[in-house]
């Protein structure tokens, strides 16, 4: 009986062990592409601050067909860091006068907050990535010049699955770089 019951806490333990194969996929935005900073702005991207519950690694997403007010993460995936430190590297890279160290004065600053950062499924094969982003630019001498603008950046998923999400949230940052530049540069308060 003694040695019954050893042989089956082995097999109940063996197959414990080896019943977690999933793999952790981590994941960012890929390489940068060639885009690069406009020269001709003078801008200091701040830290993109977020959402409290946007402030982790797990990639989230929302079932719109059952209840898009149901946060979940993936199970075996995650972002490489928050989706505001991958957004405020990725954007640093291509917005303003690009990586601006915070100890020089610059013309302008831009803050961002980021409120909506996930994967969102109408179907299960039919998924989007949502951002919503608040920006905020304001001339450094003049602190109560401002301009708010809301961007709000759907884009479909190539696949219904995380690396799918992955993707598409890729594409919506090299896009906002772009609207960036493009609503800073008709402000023109911001020219070096």
Same mark, same amino acid.
Request: glycine content about 2%.
């Given at each position: 009986m003694k040695t019954l019951t050893v042989w089956l806490v082995a097999f109940v333990l063996a197959g414990c062990a080896s019943g977690n194969n999933l793999t952790m996929e981590t994941y960012d935005f890929g390489l940068p592409g060639s885009a690069s900073a406009a020269v001709d702005q003078d801008v200091f991207l701040a830290d993109i601050r977020a959402?409290?519950?946007?402030?982790?690694?797990?990639?989230?997403?929302?079932? @719109?067909?059952?209840?898009?007010?149901?946060?979940?993460?993936?199970s075996a995936s995650r972002w490489a860091g928050t989706p505001a430190a991958l957004l405020t590297i990725r954007l640093r890279q291509s917005v303003g006068n690009g990586m601006s160290v915070r100890g020089r004065q610059t013309r302008c600053t831009l803050t961002l907050f980021l409120s909506e950062f996930s994967q969102v499924f109408a179907t299960?094969?039919?998924?989007?990535?949502?951002?919503?982003?608040?920006?905020?630019?304001?001339?450094?001498?003049?602190? @109560?010049?401002?301009?708010?603008?809301?961007?709000?950046? @759907?884009?479909?998923?190539?696949?219904?699955?995380?690396?799918?999400?992955?993707?598409?949230?890729?594409?919506?940052?090299?896009?906002?770089?772009?609207?960036?530049?493009?609503?800073?540069? @008709?402000?023109?308060?911001?020219?070096s």
């Open positions: 959402a409290d519950w946007l402030n982790t690694t797990d990639m989230l997403y929302r079932l @719109e067909y059952r209840d898009p007010r149901v946060l979940t993460p993936y299960e094969q039919d998924s989007r990535a949502v951002m919503h982003l608040r920006a905020t630019l304001s001339v450094s001498a003049a602190s @109560e010049r401002a301009s708010v603008r809301e961007f709000r950046i @759907e884009q479909p998923a190539p696949s219904a699955n995380a690396a799918g999400a992955a993707a598409a949230f890729s594409d919506i940052a090299a896009s906002m770089a772009q609207q960036l530049n493009a609503w800073i540069a @008709e402000a023109g308060t911001c020219k």
